[in-house]
C-alpha cells in the first residue's frame, strides 16, 4: 500500500495537530461550505463521511478514485483524515490513497484516537491506518493455510475501551466457526489480533426465521439486539451472554434503530398506526417511550456510543430535515439543537462517542454541531 503523494510534511503536521491541538469549545453550528472543503482539499462531491474520533478532533471520510493507466481502469480509495479546530472550521484534509483497495467497507477510529481501522475484499482484511505516521499496516488478510478472522457481516464498532468485530473464526482449511463477537487489537496482526468474547449463532438462530426481515446490532460484546419480523408482527429480542435471550417489545413494523452502550434507540409503528420512538436498556431492562402518537415518525436514528445522547430527524414531503435530540440527563425530553431550528437538505450525520458532537454532510458542506449547546 502506497500513500497519496508525498506526505512527510503531512503527516508531521497531522502528528502536531495531535500532539498541539487546542481544546477550548467552539460555537454551536459552525459551516465548512463546499467551496471551502475545496481549499481543503476534499475535491470530490462523492466524499463519503465515516465517523469522529473518540476525542471529537478528526474526522474521517473517504472516496473512490477512478483512473485509466495504460489501458486499464485502476480503482482505488482515497481515505481522509481531517482536523476538527478549536473554533469547529475544518482544517486541511490529510489525504491516504489505498492502491487497489476497491471498498472500504467500514471504518472505526481506535478507542485511543490514534489510528483508524478499516475492512475491505468481504470482511476478509483489516488494516491500520497510524494518524502520527500515515503508516498503513495489514492486520488480518486472508492467506491459504493459515487461521483467521473475517468480520461477517462487515461491522466494527468501538464499544469505548475495546474495538470489537463481528464474524466468525476460519481454521488452516478454512472451515468457519459460529458467529461471534471478537475484541480486536489493533496494533497485533494475524489471527492473534482477535480474541472470541462470545458466540452469538446460537442466539442469531433462536430468532432468525426463513424468508423473514431479520435486524440485529451487538453495541457491546456480551449484548446485543434483533427484531423479527413474523406474521404481522415486528418482535424485539434483547440478547445478553450470561442470561440469554428475551421478547421485550412488539409492534407492527421497526422504521429505524441504533445501539449504542447497553441501550437500543428504536422507531417502530403500532398496530393502532401510531409511531412510538422508544429507548429500551438491555442491563436493566428498561424502556423509555419518548414519544408517541405523532403524524410523522422520527427516523435516521443515531445513539451515542455511551448510550446517553440521542439524535434523529423528521422528514417533509420536499424531503426537507429537521434534526432532534434527547438527553438521558434532561430525562429523554426531545429538544430542537440552536442554530439547527430550520430545516434543512437531508444528508449524512455522525455523532460523537460522547454524545457532545454531531457532523452534518450535505449539500451546504460539512456543519460541525456542539450540542452541549443545544
Request: charged share 20%.
Amino acid at each position: 500500500m502506497k500513500r497519496l503523494l508525498s506526505i512527510g510534511i503531512a503527516v508531521a503536521a497531522l502528528a502536531a495537530c495531535l500532539i498541539y491541538a487546542p481544546s477550548a469549545a467552539w460555537g454551536n453550528v459552525t459551516l465548512t461550505p463546499t467551496s471551502a472543503l475545496k481549499a481543503k482539499g476534499i475535491t470530490s462531491r462523492h466524499f463519503n463521511m465515516i465517523a469522529i474520533s473518540p476525542d471529537n478532533r478528526f474526522i474521517c471520510g473517504y472516496v473512490r478514485e477512478f483512473k485509466r493507466i495504460q489501458g486499464r481502469l485502476a480503482n482505488n480509495t482515497i481515505l481522509y483524515i481531517i482536523p476538527i479546530l478549536a473554533n469547529g472550521a475544518l482544517g486541511h484534509a490529510y489525504a491516504y490513497t489505498l492502491e487497489d483497495v476497491t471498498r472500504v467497507e467500514q471504518a472505526c477510529f481506535t478507542p485511543d484516537s490514534r489510528a483508524v481501522v478499516f475492512t475491505t475484499r468481504a470482511g476478509a482484511t483489516f488494516m491500520r491506518l497510524d494518524l502520527s505516521t500515515g503508516r498503513i499496516t495489514t492486520i488480518m488478510e486472508h492467506k491459504k493455510g493459515q487461521p483467521g478472522f473475517r468480520s461477517y457481516p462487515e461491522i466494527l464498532t468501538n464499544s469505548g475501551t475495546e474495538m470489537l468485530a463481528q464474524g466468525y473464526f476460519y481454521d488452516a482449511n478454512d472451515f468457519a466457526g459460529r458467529n461471534a463477537i471478537a475484541v480486536l487489537n489493533p496494533y497485533k496482526t494475524g489471527v492473534s489480533a482477535f480474541t472470541l468474547a462470545n458466540e452469538i449463532q446460537r442466539a442469531q438462530f433462536s430468532v432468525r426465521q426463513p424468508n423473514k426481515n431479520f435486524t440485529e446490532t451487538f453495541p457491546r460484546k456480551d449484548l446485543g439486539f434483533m427484531t423479527i419480523h413474523s406474521d404481522g408482527y415486528c418482535l424485539f429480542y434483547r440478547w445478553q451472554a450470561e442470561k440469554g435471550i428475551k421478547c421485550y417489545d412488539k409492534s407492527k413494523e421497526l422504521l429505524g434503530f441504533w445501539g449504542g452502550g447497553t441501550r437500543l434507540l428504536y422507531s417502530s409503528k403500532r398496530h393502532d398506526n401510531t409511531y412510538d420512538l422508544c429507548v429500551y436498556d438491555g442491563h436493566t431492562d428498561k424502556k423509555t417511550t419518548l414519544s408517541s402518537s405523532r403524524s410523522t415518525p422520527y427516523t435516521y436514528l443515531f445513539l451515542s456510543g455511551n448510550g446517553r445522547t440521542a439524535v434523529f430527524n423528521d422528514r417533509d414531503a420536499q424531503g426537507m430535515t429537521a434534526i432532534y435530540y434527547a438527553r438521558e440527563s434532561e430525562n429523554w425530553k426531545i429538544r430542537h439543537i440552536n442554530g439547527l431550528n430550520k430545516r434543512l437538505a437531508s444528508g449524512a450525520m455522525r455523532i460523537s462517542f460522547d454524545g457532545t458532537k454531531l457532523l452534518l454532510h450535505n449539500a451546504d458542506g460539512i456543519r460541525v454541531i456542539d450540542i452541549i449547546s443545544g
